[in-house]
């Protein structure tokens, strides 16, 4: 929220011709696998799973409406399209990229560090990386009490 936030006040210039759109889109990264039993013999029921992907469709549609109606409240005249899908977002956002030849990718930090962002591998860096548009990282402001 706080890339869309950005690229809305410093990137979009509204004006009554335009022919902008943006594009918002959220990937839901893959569920982890889960064996009929877990690590301490119990085992996860299909309703139980039923349920993990009821609340991950239930997060990424919440987030989408949030981001609409933030769009929405400071720019009429930009045309907004949403996209939800499933994958690995570093490759999925190439992809999409890619696919829909954009002008320019937008896209949050959650500047997990140098030793986190080892481990878990850093969706902004991948794109910026791979992608053939400009790539503009926003990065999380720190709040008053120096933590995110």
Not at 6 to 19: A, D, I, Q, R
Not at 44 to 49: A, K, L, N, P, R
């Amino acid at each position: 929220m706080n890339a869309l936030s950005w690229c809305l006040k410093n990137v979009l210039v509204s004006t009554s011709s335009s022919t902008d759109t943006m594009i918002l889109l959220y990937v839901k990264p893959p569920r982890v696998v889960y064996s009929a039993l877990d690590g301490t013999g119990y085992l996860f029921s299909s309703d139980i799973m039923k349920t993990m992907q009821k609340y991950s469709n239930d997060i990424a549609d919440c987030v989408i409406e949030k981001a609409k109606r933030m769009c929405r409240e400071q720019f009429q005249d930009v045309k907004v399209e949403t996209m939800i899908e499933h994958g690995d977002p570093r490759d999925f956002i190439c992809q999409i990229a890619e696919k829909l030849h954009v002008d320019m990718l937008v896209m949050g930090s959650h500047g997990y560090g140098v030793i986190k962002g080892a481990f878990l591998g850093s969706v902004s860096n991948h794109c910026a990386q791979n992608v053939k548009c400009p790539v503009l990282i926003v990065k999380r402001l720190k709040s008053a009490s120096g933590s995110k």
